[in-house]
């Protein structure tokens, strides 16, 4: 008995019958590949399979030798290849052999791989009016604009008038229909330009009324053959002439029924090649030579050699005839030489063949008594098979098209006085309480809140700490129905089902529309700017239009005005593209961050405009055209006044201006909250834990929240004394009305991890940086407003 230890990199995929081999799969940082494991050696042998960017590697397919693999790759839209894919076959020592793709396949519908034998594949497929294959237009040099570069040399000053043109073509047109249409243009004469623009521009052509073909009709002859062959039909009624020479009238109309009701497509008329023509025409099967390249395609799959399979009971037969031993639990070794039995209640016993089983084979073969001829029997003479027609080696793949080049980035930084400057802002060692207040603590307005078990809005003192309950405020502050503005001096609510804006305390009430208005109601509504409340609704204006159409109202709700309505602002189209909105300006919605989509070859690209609604004007500022993601990360500041973009591959930010139309360099640009006016953003900061961790060691504070001004620049931070290294992420912040203080609800790490623990409200003064702790007892902060009823 022999008793190896293999090693295995990956998962085994086939055993050799000797179990002396494995070939297994494996992956590699490169791509999957194979290896081939040999048991009580070190060498083994492996191939890494180069994946291709947008395509999945449908299938591995070893040889039956396990020394050649077919990879079968998906098809990809992008490409120009498709609908067809791709294939390449490696070699096990030496790695890719061949890489086929597109028009050098046959049909892309339904296929199927396989290995004819150890040195050919074959791929079958049919073919039932599908797309075809991209040709490949060979020749056509681009200019980096993208034109054909014979545009561009023999009309120097009139290309870039093409290019919106060009653009459009390489969106809608196929690459082999682009790839002639560039043949076609660089076959006119420099200065033609007439001709350049009929091809550009052509005239509608007439529509020519549609022509009926009328069927061959010979004298004497089935219709049904004229008919259907029309180009043969001279020869067919020859043929028929042959066939039904001698015939009755009634034996011609029998022969016309049975001939007519099985034509079937064949031919009558037998060719040079002597061959009986069975093939299905919707069949195409090419076989690849994988160590010549060469192709060949026929209607059918070759017959394979026809693989001999031994029968082990010529040996039982041959073991019971001398030594009456009858078991059906038995192995012949790979040589054939040795034969293992297994009977009930003993051992393996091990018998070496005298007579080889090959020998055995050949003597039952030669001993079987060959089938005498029936006489009764009707035989057909075999025809021969079709041969494969033999063409080319694949052709080599087309270079793809030059991509224009992106506009580069900005690189002027944005004029901010601070740009990227931190202060940090932890003057105070304790935190202070409400009953001792740091100085200079003078916070303004009210806190709405919900207090523990109470089931009612309570209102909150920040500058006392004084609570009390307070019945009379809206209802939408129980079920989280109040929609506020950006400043959150109004709101949005529907009290008695009427559709109403009002201050935060329901004062200064204003109904828009009633619950008995319910039909009519606007189909949507938002907050823009700070506090404009814009609807859409439907409106007859019969000395204009037939039909309903939809309006867009604006109302300031600190104005009595009552603005015109005005049309939605129409769709947006770059170049007769289809184009996507990415995000529109707030409030306005004059300017819009569009895109339009263009084939990479790989997967999506983009191109990325800043459109005007106004003058219909798009700036176009970057391509995106990589293998990864061609996503811009995209913000509106909320009140408008900014664009902030960020690169996939680039960690700084931009910010485009929409006032002097400018891109420039911001660099950071944090998360966070927008404070009341929209001038600074706060986020929670976890410092580097090794900075934290010295700081510690230090007795240093550790900064915990970060607030950035968007007109400086400049990024202040702040400490929560008493609270370590404990991290506050995802704890909500409210800003005051005047935007200079923040509160928030948490637990401290003194106070353990308890049930019973109750988080504490604390208010974070940015100016002196002092935190000053209110309550225990709120468990909800909705609101931090001016307006409150007053004490009744």
């Avoid at 008919?227 to 020859?238: G, K, L, M």
């Avoid at 002097?660 to 900061?685: A, I, N, T």
Wanted: hydrophobic residues 35%; aromatic residues 12%.
């Amino acid at each position: 008995i022999r008793r190896e230890q293999v090693h295995l990199r990956g998962s085994i995929v086939s055993t050799s019958s000797d179990g002396h081999r494995f070939l297994t799969r494996i992956d590699t940082a490169n791509g999957p590949g194979m290896e081939l494991v040999n048991i009580g050696t070190e060498e083994n042998q492996s191939v890494v399979f180069e994946p291709l960017p947008g395509r999945d590697m449908l299938d591995i397919i070893p040889s039956p030798n396990w020394e050649n693999f077919l990879i079968v790759y998906s098809a990809s839209p992008n490409t120009t290849h498709y609908p067809s894919n791709e294939i390449a076959i490696y070699n096990l020592y030496s790695g890719q052999q061949w890489f086929i793709a597109g028009d050098d396949l046959p049909y892309p519908e339904n296929r199927s791989y396989g290995w004819y034998d150890n040195d050919a594949i074959y791929i079958f497929s049919e073919n039932y009016g599908g797309e075809q294959p991209t040709a490949r237009v060979y020749g056509i040099d681009y200019h980096p604009s993208g034109l054909p570069n014979c545009l561009v040399e023999a009309f120097p000053d009139l290309w870039p008038s093409w290019l919106d043109l060009w653009e459009r073509f390489n969106a809608n047109l196929r690459p082999d229909q682009l790839g002639y249409l560039s043949q076609k243009l660089c076959e006119i004469s420099p200065g033609a330009v007439d001709q350049i623009n009929a091809i550009f521009y052509p005239s509608p052509t007439p529509t020519l009324p549609p022509i009926t073909p009328t069927p061959a009709a010979i004298a004497g002859v089935p219709v049904c053959l004229t008919s259907q062959f029309p180009d043969q039909a001279v020869e067919y009624a020859r043929v028929w002439r042959q066939i039904s020479a001698g015939l009755s009238p009634e034996q011609s109309a029998e022969l016309e029924k049975l001939l007519c009701e099985g034509l079937g497509g064949a031919s009558l008329i037998s060719g040079d090649q002597g061959y009986v023509d069975e093939v299905n025409e919707n069949i195409q099967v090419m076989t690849i030579n994988v160590h010549t390249g060469v192709r060949a395609v026929g209607g059918y799959i070759p017959q394979r050699e026809a693989v001999q399979r031994r029968s082990l009971q010529l040996v039982l037969d041959e073991l019971y005839r001398i030594t009456r031993i009858s078991t059906d639990d038995a192995r012949l070794s790979p040589d054939g030489m040795l034969l293992a039995v297994h009977q009930p209640y003993t051992f393996v016993t091990v018998y070496r063949l005298l007579t080889p089983y090959q020998t055995l084979a050949d003597n039952a073969t030669a001993t079987a008594a060959p089938q005498e001829d029936d006489p009764r029997g009707i035989s057909i003479q075999p025809a021969p098979t079709q041969a494969f027609d033999v063409i080319d080696g694949p052709h080599p793949t087309l270079t793809p098209t030059i991509t224009p080049t992106s506009p580069p980035p900005a690189t002027e930084i944005a004029p901010q006085a601070l740009n990227a400057q931190v202060q940090e802002i932890c003057p105070y060692p304790e935190r202070y309480s409400i009953e001792t207040p740091p100085p200079d603590y003078n916070p303004t307005g009210y806190l709405l809140v919900e207090v523990e078990n109470s089931g009612r809005i309570w209102v909150l003192d920040p500058s006392s700490g004084e609570l009390r309950p307070d019945d009379r405020l809206p209802a939408c502050y129980q079920d989280g129905s109040c929609y506020f503005s950006f400043d959150q001096q109004w709101m949005q609510h529907n009290p008695n089902g009427d559709l109403v804006i009002s201050r935060p305390d329901g004062s200064e009430a204003k109904v828009l529309y009633t619950a008995l208005e319910g039909p009519v109601w606007p189909s949507e509504y938002e907050w823009v700017g700070l506090h404009t409340f814009k609807y859409r609704y439907e409106a007859f204006m019969p000395e204009q239009y037939r039909n309903p159409v939809a309006l867009i109202q604006r109302l300031d709700p600190e104005s009595d005005a009552t603005p015109t309505p005005f049309m939605p602002l129409p769709g947006i189209t770059v170049n007769e593209l289809y184009t996507e909105t990415i995000t529109s300006q707030p409030d306005s919605g004059q300017l819009a961050l569009v895109r339009t989509s263009f084939n990479t070859g790989q997967g999506t690209g983009y191109k990325y405009y800043i459109y005007d609604r106004e003058t219909g004007t798009a700036e176009y500022f970057a391509r995106l055209a990589s293998s990864g993601s061609n996503e811009l990360d995209a913000v509106w500041h909320p009140l408008g006044k900014a664009l902030y973009y960020r690169y996939p591959d680039l960690d700084d930010w931009y910010i485009f201006d929409p006032v002097m139309h400018q891109h420039r360099l911001l660099g950071v640009f944090p998360d966070g909250d927008w404070s009341r006016e929209g001038l600074y953003r706060v986020d929670w900061y976890t410092m580097p834990p090794d900075e934290a961790e010295a700081r510690e060691e230090a007795g240093l504070l550790i900064p915990k929240l970060s607030v950035w001004d968007s007109d400086t620049g400049l990024t202040r931070r702040y400490c929560i004394p008493g609270t370590a290294a404990y991290s506050f992420g995802g704890t909500p912040l409210v800003w005051s009305p005047d935007s200079r203080f923040l509160v928030f609800r948490t637990e401290l790490p003194e106070d353990g991890s308890y049930d019973t623990v109750r988080p504490r409200t604390f208010i974070l003064d940015t100016q002196t940086g002092s935190v000053t702790e209110l309550t225990f007892v709120v468990t909800r902060i909705i609101l931090w407003t001016d307006s409150v009823p007053e004490r009744p």
